[in-house]
């Protein structure tokens, strides 16, 4: 059975500190894996995904992630972190919309 | 566009009333999801919507949940009778297709059974 694990409840990082949120998945095929934040009150935002092909992923607000599909992880880094990314975030995998897992989300403090 | 709009964003009720959830997905998206959060459970998949048509509700927890989508601009979850372990966020979600993982979430809407 595909699922998620989050293994960091909450993290907290002073501002301009380097990040990085774990994830690790298990999945009988080539997964699908994304990151979403969700800001307090807010709905959840996809950040980056990975499909296919380089296995470090661009995405959105200066995050990036890093496939490994050895050590079953998708972690998510940032270089320099910002007050406003004080977010929960979650990662998820899935093949299709309707077979997505969620990980439980990790809460991020930006200490300033 | 204005993205996928859910009202209310915040709901109270008393157990045994029933409530209503809407939510109006992003114009063009043919699929439509409903989620629930929770801090015991996460993110669930309840039920989604393909071209307005129900395709797959094994995640709807149990009978007193239903939801319609009586066109592509517009769907409800409805609770009746609701129970204080209903108490959650829910979540709308839409995509240009079920086979599109690339789902656009809204706010959300915040009931609390008491």
């Known amino acids: 059975a595909q699922s998620v694990t989050q293994p960091d409840i909450h993290i907290t990082v002073s501002e301009g500190a380097s990040l990085e949120l774990r994830c690790n998945y298990s999945?009988?095929?080539?997964?699908?894996l994304f990151w979403y934040v969700q800001s307090p009150g807010q709905g959840l935002q996809l950040l980056l995904k990975?499909?296919?092909?380089?296995?470090l992923v661009q995405g959105i607000k200066g995050f990036e992630a890093e496939f490994k599909r050895s050590q079953s992880s998708f972690n998510l880094r940032k270089p320099s972190v910002h007050w406003s990314d004080a977010a929960e975030y979650f990662c998820a995998v899935g093949s299709v919309a309707t077979d997505m897992r969620f990980g439980a989300g990790t809460r991020l403090t930006v200490k300033p | 566009d204005a993205g996928v709009i859910q009202s209310p964003r915040h709901e109270v009720t008393e157990m045994g009333q029933e409530v209503t959830l809407r939510c109006k997905p992003i114009s063009g998206h043919n699929s439509l999801f409903w989620y629930r959060q929770t801090m015991m459970r996460g993110l669930e998949l309840l039920i989604y919507f393909n071209n307005n048509v129900p395709i797959d509700d094994s995640g709807m927890p149990e009978d007193r949940f239903s939801a319609k989508m009586p066109n592509a601009s517009f769907s409800t979850l409805k609770i009746q009778p609701s129970e204080p372990r209903d108490s959650a966020v829910y979540f709308c979600a839409s995509s240009s297709s079920f086979m599109n993982t690339e789902a656009f979430f809204g706010q959300g809407t915040r009931l609390t059974v008491v």
């Open positions: 990975y499909f296919s092909g380089d296995t």
């Open positions: 999945y009988g095929a080539t997964p699908y």
